[in-house]
């Protein structure tokens, strides 16, 4: 069994991945904010599941949460980059501001928590992480000038890491969420029906996916099973990315 970290793993996507990895025995390590959605989100998870109020904003504080993670529960087989948030506004209103907020925690942190815990996974020559991209960087998607950035980031890095880890034994993936029914994308497309029915129109399958639908590509992904993969961005998105 392993030691699996899932950030933003309150709600969600990463709460649907925590669900996957816990359901098949795994001890599971999930980082968010909110302590009261974290708690809650342990009790729906049930098994091996274990909280850590944290803001991933505090770059300085990441090695000492890495060494408290490890020091806790072990070695950590396995990270799973999926906090992250979103921001819609015109190109012209984005302030350095807000363009720096997000890539903090989109990027930023995505990349010094990576260093941290691949500091271990190096020591033990093996582990195996997961990023979350998105269709914002499949194509060109107006108002999200600074989540696209950033999630193109995370596929550049993903390629990056891939190739300068795996001849360590560290495989790095990344998924492409398309159109999930979650409370991000529900800021992004309720009160837009224009913009829904957009995206709908280029979804062949036609609905929106599950958290779930992404929590199976990562497990697998994660997994032993996948243990010649490495450097894959696998959209899961009902075929959003190749619609017309
Ligand atoms: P969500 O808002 O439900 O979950 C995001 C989680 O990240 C939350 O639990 C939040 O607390 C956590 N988080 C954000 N900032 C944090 C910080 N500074 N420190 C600690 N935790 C922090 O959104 P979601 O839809 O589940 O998104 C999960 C991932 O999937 C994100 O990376 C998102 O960009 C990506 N994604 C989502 C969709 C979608 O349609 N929902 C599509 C493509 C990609």
């Known amino acids: 069994m392993k030691n699996v970290i899932v950030t933003g793993g309150g709600s969600g996507i990463g709460l649907a991945i925590a669900e996957k990895f816990a359901a098949q025995g795994h001890t599971v390590i999930i980082i968010g904010r909110d302590e009261q959605k974290l708690n809650a989100a342990r009790e729906r998870i049930g098994g091996n599941c274990h909280t850590l109020s944290f803001d991933l904003n505090k770059l300085d504080e990441l090695p000492?949460?890495?060494?408290?993670?490890?020091?806790?529960?072990?070695?950590?087989?396995?990270?799973?980059?999926?906090?992250?948030?979103n921001l819609k506004k015109n190109f012209e209103e984005v302030t350095d501001e807000d363009?720096?907020?997000?890539?903090?925690?989109?990027?930023?942190?995505v990349f010094a928590f990576s260093r941290e815990i691949v500091k271990s996974m190096l020591r033990e020559g093996k582990g195996s992480i997961v990023n979350i991209s998105s269709m914002a960087s499949q194509y060109g998607i107006p108002k999200v000038i600074a989540y696209t950035a950033s999630k193109s980031a995370i596929e550049g890095m993903t390629r990056a890491m891939a190739t300068e880890l795996s001849p360590k034994g560290i495989r790095v993936?990344?998924?492409a969420?398309?159109?999930?029914?979650?409370?991000?994308?529900?800021?992004?497309?309720?009160?837009?029906?224009?913009?829904?029915?957009?995206?709908?129109?280029?979804t062949p399958m036609g609905f929106l996916g599950k958290p779930e639908?992404?929590?199976e590509a990562v497990y697998f992904l994660a997994s032993d099973a996948a243990q010649y993969i490495t450097g894959v961005i696998l959209?899961?998105?009902?075929g959003n990315s190749i619609g017309f």
Request: aromatic content about 6%; hydrophobic content about 45%; proline content about 6%.
């Open 177 to 202: 969420p398309g159109f999930i029914a979650t409370e991000m994308s529900a800021k992004a497309l309720n009160n837009d029906p224009e913009r829904k029915a957009k995206v709908m129109g280029r």
């Open 235 to 238: 959209p899961v998105d009902g």
């Open 213 to 215: 639908d992404v929590a």
């Open 99 to 109: 363009f720096a907020r997000i890539q903090q925690v989109n990027v930023q942190s």
């Open 173 to 175: 993936n990344c998924v």
């Open 64 to 85: 000492a949460l890495a060494e408290r993670i490890e020091k806790t529960f072990g070695f950590p087989d396995i990270l799973v980059n999926n906090a992250g948030i």
